[in-house]
């Protein structure tokens, strides 16, 4: 009986052991790796006909001058800064000093009280005398324009003179979104007023002789291009 009495007791104190011992953590499972989601492919750039349009290189010279590492939005960027802007334009006059050096090219229009065309006559060969100076047709072929209106000057329904509104003027080229238009820059802007209009060619040729001085000056400078 005591034998059995010890046997159980020793039973207790095994459980009692085992009870007490501490309980083994429980490790928390690594988690998987993040993995990034594979981004969109990037899209490199291409010629095409566009690109020699807008920027002048052509499928030969794209690779060569490392068009093709752009991308194609970076491609299409640069093709929208090389596009004319259409709010700005280009104006082109002439280069002063005309050759040959020393010559300049005149424009001479007259209109208004000259039915005979005689005082334009006059005003042309008085101008045409002028050292340097060379008449043209067009305002493409002018260095310089002068554009004459003449007003009778009349009493009691006789003709007793004439006087003239002049302006001075400077022809250049306008180039907007890639179409040219004749413009003029206005220069100087006068009236003569003799009432018997004596001697009106000789004076206008005067005036514009002094307005030619900042031409004249600029091509004595101007290297020779013979």
């Not at 009236?191 to 004595?220: E, H, I, W």
Request: proline share 7%; hydrophobic share 40%.
């Amino acid at each position: 009986m005591k034998k059995l009495i010890g046997n159980i007791s020793g039973v207790l104190v095994i459980a009692t052991a085992l009870a007490a011992a501490p309980t083994p953590a429980q490790t928390a499972p690594t988690p998987a790796p993040h993995k990034p989601r594979p981004s969109a492919k990037t899209t490199m750039a291409v010629w095409s006909p566009d690109v020699q349009k807008a920027l002048g290189i052509s499928s030969d010279d794209f690779k060569a001058d490392g068009l093709n590492k752009l991308t194609q939005p970076q491609l299409a960027n640069l093709m929208a800064s090389a596009r004319p802007d259409p709010k700005k334009h280009w104006l082109v006059c002439p280069a002063s000093g005309t050759a040959p050096v020393g010559q300049i090219h005149v424009l001479v229009t007259v209109a208004g009280d000259d039915s005979t065309g005689a005082i334009a006559g006059q005003i042309l060969h008085a101008i045409s005398s002028l050292t340097g100076v060379l008449i043209v047709d067009t305002s493409a072929a002018a260095d310089r324009a002068l554009h004459v209106v003449i007003q009778e000057q009349t009493t009691a329904k006789r003709t007793i003179g004439f006087t003239a509104s002049y302006l001075t003027a400077t022809p250049c080229t306008e180039e907007i979104a890639g179409k040219k238009t004749d413009v003029e820059l206005k220069g100087t802007l006068g009236t003569y007023t003799d009432a018997k209009g004596a001697g009106l060619a000789t004076d206008l040729a005067g005036m514009l002789d002094q307005d030619l001085q900042p031409l004249r000056s600029a091509s004595s400078t101007a290297p020779s291009t013979r």
